[in-house]
């Protein structure tokens, strides 16, 4: 019976392998790299790069799409119109700006008056004293015309904000936080991810518009942050080291190598950038990289523009990756030895020192 089964399933199990096979094959048709383990571009020297090619390089490099604010990006933000919206109630340390046709000739009213702590404004000696604090632009109007009335004959007054003290200013540097808004303190919060400067702009002039009267903002970016590249060195057995670095757009492989002080004794001039799949993309691309023509024979051909989510990465040199190896084996068998040869010079030295005692 079981020779049955197995007689059965044999078909099965055939399409079964056929089916994985022909997925291979296809995987493998389409370009990607994904199978390939290790996937190093070259096994000794890098290929001949073409002198055209539509990769981005150091004589012909490209212009980044436009920059999109992403965390933790830092945006400078400056509002240039910051003007509550009506009816404005007038609080303490508020600048109101005054004006009194009629006014007495050696006491003339023209001019900025400040809501003192206790909510008042003094107009002169001759005027006295007049409490706004509470009220309307037009109720403060009303309240000082009354005090003129009593000392001038239907005096005409005209009242404005002139500084706003609860009104927030806006200016100075902002993080955009993990959860994608910027915070504008007492005007709330925008979510800024995916904007572009001039769509930021607006969605913040929009959240202002709701305590503002056309409000009008400047932003600008402060430090970029969410773009970078990852330089990766081999640490020829002793563990990979990776620096991320900001990208500002104008970065090439000769820049990368700078950025480090140069190539590392443990490296070796085996490099390539690895770069992600975009969009439009259907796997990731591998630029082997030649340093010798890139640095002692200044050819631009391999000297890569590097582009925000590159992978910078370094091979460690093969000899120097041996002897760490080799070290990591013979250390421990070292140890042990080194433990007993010191026990046996120790009972050695016991014993001799014993018989010259005795």
Not at 131 to 151: E, H, M, N, P
Not at 291 to 316: C, H, M
Not at 329 to 334: G, H, K, N
Request: proline letters at 8%; one cysteine or more.
């Amino acid at each position: 019976m079981i020779g049955d089964i197995s007689s059965t399933n044999r078909p099965r199990t055939a399409a079964r392998l056929l089916l994985l096979l022909s997925g291979v094959v296809t995987a493998a048709s389409s370009g990607c790299t994904a199978f390939m383990e290790p996937r190093e571009p070259y096994p000794i020297s890098p290929p001949e790069v073409a002198p055209t090619s539509p990769v981005p390089r150091e004589l012909e490099m490209m212009s980044l799409p436009r920059y999109t604010i992403e965390p933790p990006d830092i945006l400078m933000l400056q509002a240039v119109k910051v003007v509550p919206k009506p009816p404005y109630v007038v609080e303490p340390f508020d600048g109101l700006l005054i004006r009194a046709a009629g006014a007495l000739p050696d006491q003339p009213i023209a001019d900025a008056f400040f809501v003192d702590p206790e909510g008042m404004i003094d107009l002169g000696p001759s005027y006295g004293k007049v409490k706004v604090v509470g009220l309307t632009i037009d109720g403060a109007k009303d309240a000082i015309r009354k005090q003129l009335s009593t000392i001038l004959e239907e005096p005409e007054v005209s009242v404005s904000l002139a500084v706003s003290s609860g009104s927030q200013q806006i200016v100075g540097e902002h993080l955009v936080g993990p959860d994608g808004y910027v915070n504008l303190g007492t005007y709330g919060s925008v979510y800024v991810t995916g904007l572009t400067l001039e769509e930021a702009k607006v969605a913040i002039e929009k959240q202002l518009s709701l305590k503002l009267e056309d409000p009008e903002v400047i932003v600008d970016m402060f430090s970029y942050n969410s773009k970078k590249y990852y330089i990766i060195t081999q640490g020829g057995g002793f563990g990979d080291n990776v620096v991320p670095v900001p990208i500002t757009g104008n970065e090439t492989i000769l820049d990368a190598i700078a950025t480090l002080g140069g190539i590392s004794q443990v490296s070796s001039t085996k490099i390539w950038i690895a770069r992600p799949a975009r969009n439009g993309q259907s796997c990731e691309q591998i630029l082997p990289v030649n340093w010798k023509d890139i640095s002692s024979g200044a050819l631009t051909a391999t000297n890569y523009q590097i582009l925000p989510g590159d992978r910078v990465f370094i091979a460690e040199d093969s000899l120097i990756r041996l002897d760490a190896v080799v070290s990591k084996l013979t250390r421990p068998f070292e140890r042990v030895f080194g433990f007993a040869s010191l026990g046996v010079a120790t009972v050695d030295r016991t014993v001799n020192f014993t018989q010259i005692s005795n």
